[in-house]
């Protein structure tokens, strides 16, 4: 794929692409924010065009979006978003005198009791990741829990650990 750009004083910016299928692509954009597409079988500016298409701001803008796929998404991409909107991800202070503290994950049974999972404890500055179930919780840790937003809101509740 090759690409250049021109200036075009009192006009805007030209764009020339030769596409990986060796097609040549010049687009104009104008200041007004008109945008031209033209489609050329080679680079000479004297040819005529394959095809040309003219385009408002509004149309470059949506079909832009659509070959970035941002616009148009996969079943994959829907499913993964519909789970991350159902997941959240939080930190939460462990307080003086909290019934989690110095006991370990396991003998708390956070999983258990709340379908919670502690992913990490950050501890005087340090991050604590790959915990075991004998992992000890202590006062002034914070945890980092993931969970179904429901799920997350249980468990502050159950262990009486407000924001």
């Known amino acids: 794929m090759d690409f250049k750009e021109a200036d075009l004083p009192g006009i805007g ?7 990986s299928y060796n097609q040549i692509l010049r687009l104009i954009i104008h200041l007004t924010g008109k945008r031209e597409l033209f489609i050329y079988e080679n680079e000479d500016e004297d040819e005529d065009s394959i095809y040309d298409l003219e385009l408002t701001e509004e149309d470059a803008s949506l079909i832009g979006s ?5 616009y ?3 079943e994959q991409e829907k499913q993964r978003e519909l789970i991350l909107s159902k997941l959240s991800i939080e930190w939460v202070d462990v307080p003086k005198n909290n019934k989690l ?8 049974q956070i999983r258990k009791k709340t ?5 990490a404890i950050i501890r005087d500055k340090n991050i604590i990741l790959n915990l075991g179930p004998t ?4 006062e002034g840790d914070t945890l980092v829990i993931v969970g179904t937003i429901d799920r997350t809101e249980y468990f502050k509740k159950e262990f009486n650990l407000n924001e």
């Open 72 to 74: 148009f998404k996969p």
């Open 115 to 119: 379908g919670i999972t502690i992913i």
């Open 101 to 108: 503290t110095n006991r370990s994950i396991e003998e708390n």
């Open 135 to 138: 992992e000890i919780i202590k």
């Open 66 to 70: 659509i070959l970035m796929g941002t």
């Open 13 to 19: 910016k030209k764009f020339t692409v030769r596409t």
